[in-house]
């Protein structure tokens, strides 16, 4: 199984005392827990039977004057353990962040790319600061993650899952994930992953109550079950958001779902590894 959502910000083995790196994680992130051990990211992983778990930075230098991590400490957590998968993050505001971005993926050898416009305080669609980044990314041949749906920066309509619309449409080629299913706007996520082939979401939406009941609260009572399983079973990826949610969680409340164990596969494995470009796409 593969978590395609995880930050690592709490790995003390990197972090040590920086107290820039805290406060990224403290005050911008909102991430407050104390600093771990990698082995505590790692038994969250064995616990659950997860084998492996993206990991994402966010360069926030333009918008809140910090990067909450940068490209280089990914690689550096992704040298201490072949179960990491590293993704690069850019400053959509840096002329140069198509540069940047190739440069990092090819030197060291990052996979993906996260992007938060709330937090980096951009649109998602802005033909400016956002296509040239996607025009590399899909040179590169690597997945996109954007932060949709709810978020603990200002200006939330900023991530609306709506504004992917004008970059799948525009990048047919480049394949894309909505973040956290884009809820509150579960509904509009649902309609662009029928859309658009290129068009992917990860299950990282937990906000109130235990993610089982969250987690059944959207698929099966907002939105059929019916639907993951006979329509969308292709194109959503597991994710959790730790250290926000404990993985376990996150895994318990999606196999409590009542998915068959060949949708299970797809959610779990076979989409995430067709994203990055590991396998042939589910459904061919």
């Known amino acids: 199984m593969i978590d395609f959502h995880t930050h690592p910000l709490l790995v003390q083995e990197v972090v ?11 005050d911008v992130f909102m991430i407050r827990n104390r600093l771990q ?3 505590t990211f790692l038994l969250e992983l064995d616990v659950c039977g997860v084998q492996r778990a993206v990991v994402m930075p966010v360069d926030a230098t333009t918008a809140k004057g910090t990067k909450i991590w940068s490209n280089e400490q990914i690689a550096r957590l992704c040298s201490m353990s072949d179960r990491f998968i590293g993704f690069a993050s850019v400053d959509p505001h840096n002329p140069r962040a198509a540069e940047q971005l190739e440069h990092d993926v090819k030197t060291l050898g990052l996979r993906g790319l996260k992007l938060s416009p709330s937090l980096q305080e951009f649109r998602a669609n802005d033909r400016a600061k956002a296509y040239p980044i996607y025009e590399a990314a899909t040179a590169l041949g690597i997945p996109v993650l954007v932060h949709c749906g709810m978020t603990w920066a200002p200006r939330s309509k900023s991530a609306s899952p709506m504004d992917m619309e004008d970059v799948a449409f525009d990048f047919p080629k480049l394949n894309l994930v909505i973040a956290h299913f884009g809820w509150p706007w579960v509904h509009e996520t649902a309609m662009l992953l029928l859309k658009y082939e290129n068009l992917f979401a990860d299950l990282s939406c ?14 099966g009572g907002r939105l059929p079950l019916t639907l993951i399983e006979r329509s969308l079973r292709t194109k959503i990826v597991f994710g959790s958001d730790y250290p926000r949610v404990e993985i376990k969680n996150m895994v318990r409340a999606v196999k409590e ?3 068959s164990d060949g949708a299970l596969e797809m959610i779990f494995n076979k989409n995430a590894r067709y994203l990055l470009g590991e396998a042939e796409a589910s459904y061919k």
């Not at 040590?16 to 403290?26: C, L, P, W, Y």
């Not at 937990?206 to 698929?219: C, S």
């Open 257 to 259: 779902l009542g998915l």
């Open 206 to 219: 937990l906000y109130f109550d235990a993610p089982w009941e969250f987690m059944r609260g959207i698929f």
């Open 16 to 26: 040590g005392g920086d107290e820039a790196m805290i406060h990224a994680t403290r």
């Open 37 to 39: 051990p990698l082995d």
